[in-house]
């Protein structure tokens, strides 16, 4: 072996053994709270990858989509034909309506069901994908939003994605990643391309 070789041998033996002391002293077990935010492109797409990840290990997950509910998604496609329910908003993005009752409304009506899934011991993950943007609006009350992801069953993990979180949804994660924008095709005159985008 060469000391090249050795010297990397080493370093990762190093590696693992750390890696496999803070593995064992991991000990807790419940449902998480993961926060998928910034401004970058792909949060949902991360948190549609959560929900993919629950159903192939046979868990129950279900999915409720703030703002682009109203076209067609590739995810929903995909996994409402593998037993993942969706309540979505179906307004489209707020610019468009342009219509704050409406889409306080329909934001309410979402919620609801939301509410319905974060007491229901059955349900693994439930993703609240763009939330963040409701509780900007104020199309919903950060404080209810908070305590029902509070009061969740303890096996249940809950993924919100958007922008902008709230501080208060912040405070009650236990993961918090943060999608930065560096470059974005859109920018560039590139039209949204289906199967990639959506």
Known sequence: MSKDQDKHQQRQEKLKQSV?????EASIE???VLVITGNGKGKSTAGFGNVARATGHGFKAVVAQFI??????????LL?????EFATMATGFTWETQNR??????AQEIWQRC?????????YLVLLDEITYMLSY??????EVVEAINQRPKEQTVVVTGRACHRKVLDIADTISEVKNVKHAFDSGVKARKGVDW
């Open 115 to 123: 509410k319905q899934w974060l007491s229901d011991p059955s349900i």
């Open 138 to 143: 104020d199309y919903l009350d950060v404080d």
């Open 68 to 77: 682009k509910g109203g076209w067609e998604c590739g995810e929903r496609n």
């Open 30 to 32: 419940k449902g998480l």
């Open 80 to 84: 409402a034909n593998n037993g993942v």
């Open 101 to 106: 009752e409406l889409d306080s409304q329909a």
């Open 20 to 24: 496999d002391e803070k593995v064992a």
